[in-house]
């Protein structure tokens, strides 16, 4: 079946109690039993719930896999996955993965005797298998990366991570997998902030591992109920009912952010637009070859950071939040705002850095919103 078909009902018969058409919020911690260990199948909420279950299967099913794990959160899905290693171990990472990511890995992890190195995208395109040496157990990718849009070769770099038998984990929060599925290119586990495109709406947190792996996928879970970063029902029936609109969604983000993306290209206070579906774009073409459109995210450099402050301000539908994917337009400073925290690093978000989350209302109003908030900010900053 198509992408679009599974998103409404793989994992989602009618209820078998009620024939209720959407699954219901199994909003309960616990189970009765028939005899003591007889049960249906669930029986603490914090180990299984039939509204989790339902969110697995589907979210798997559109990532490609077979095995899907729901988190709390989407850094509640990463630290899952740095149990899957060792005090010792190396995880070589892109440069410029999410702050939330770089915090733990820097602050909690690093502390406690795991070894990190940090890439660049393009090193790691041009040269992944020179960082990868015996002690090396994940390859952390993210493409597009999170705020500069960078684009990794994830299967070239799948080949050299394998070569050296290290994982390959892919962060795919970006680009949703209606536009991109790294198992397919390679990757061996790829993780997901929910709260993203998948839910869509801006209206819960939430974390997601998937996998082909059967022993990986075996550990998750066992780590997922140990862990106990796990989701409540109604969030992950809010993700269930973002999934049902995930691709007709991103088509509009898409077509809205190629919209923004080439009307910005062409104004002469913004110096640089960065958006891989810009033929300039250093990523373009392999974001071409591994994605079927290039996402709705867009990120420009302004001229100053009072500029681009600025600018953040005085948009009026782009709201100034931070986070990213929902319906609804968000404009933000990653330098003061979600990158905060990588304002130490060597990757550290430029000053003059502005990233947008093109959401999916009218384009034209979308582009006339940051018409007028180009000549505000520009009177603003004293240009
Ligand atoms: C938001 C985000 C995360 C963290 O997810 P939370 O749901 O906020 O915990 C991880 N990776 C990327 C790329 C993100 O954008």
Not at 75 to 85: D, E, F, K, S, Y
Not at 237 to 263: D, I, P, Q
Request: aromatic share 8%; charged share 20%; net charge negative.
């Amino acid at each position: 079946m198509d992408f679009e078909t599974r998103a409404i009902h793989e994992g989602q018969q009618p209820d078998p109690a009620t024939g209720a058409i959407t699954v219901p919020i199994y909003q309960t911690s616990t189970f009765a039993q028939e005899a003591v260990g007889e049960t249906k199948g669930y029986d603490y909420a914090r180990v299984s719930n039939p509204t989790r279950t339902a969110l697995q299967l589907c979210l798997a099913s559109l990532e490609g896999a077979e095995h899907g794990v729901a988190f709390s959160s989407g850094l509640g899905a990463v630290t899952t996955l740095m149990h899957l290693v060792n005090p010792g171990d190396r995880v070589v990472a892109v440069a410029d993965v999410y702050g939330g990511v770089y915090r733990m890995f820097s602050q909690v992890y690093e502390p406690k005797g795991y070894d990190f190195s940090w890439v660049p995208a393009e090193e790691l395109n041009a040269n992944a298998a020179e960082h990868i040496d015996e002690r090396t157990r994940i390859l952390w990718l993210e493409s597009p990366t999170n705020p500069v849009l960078n684009i990794i070769d994830i299967r070239a770099v799948a080949e050299a991570a394998h070569a050296a038998g290290a994982m390959v984990v892919v962060d795919n929060t970006f680009a949703s997998p209606y536009l991109q599925q790294p198992l397919q290119l390679g990757a061996d586990v790829v993780v997901h902030s929910t709260t993203k495109y998948l839910g869509g709406h801006s209206d819960l947190i939430g974390g997601f591992a998937a996998t082909n792996d059967p022993t990986i996928a075996e550990r998750l879970l066992f780590l997922q109920k140990s862990l106990g970063a796990v989701p409540g029902p109604f969030d992950c029936w809010l993700v269930l009912r973002g999934l049902k609109t995930l691709a007709v969604r991103m088509r509009k983000h898409c077509e809205n952010a190629h919209a923004v993306a080439g009307y910005l290209n062409e104004h002469p206070r913004v110096p640089q637009v960065l958006y891989p579906g810009l033929p300039t774009h250093p990523g373009h073409a392999i974001a071409a070859r591994q994605m079927r459109d290039f996402g709705g995210m867009v990120s420009i450099l302004l001229e100053s950071e009072e500029e681009a402050v600025a600018f953040c301000a005085s948009t009026k539908i782009f709201q100034l939040a931070e986070s990213l994917g929902g319906v609804e337009s968000l404009i933000e400073h990653p330098a003061r705002m979600t990158h905060a925290s990588t304002a130490e690093a060597p990757f550290a978000a430029a000053r003059e850095l502005v990233r947008l989350s093109v959401g999916i209302e009218s384009a034209e109003d979308l582009v006339e919103d940051l018409e007028s908030a180009l000549v505000r900010s520009a009177a603003t900053a004293g240009a």
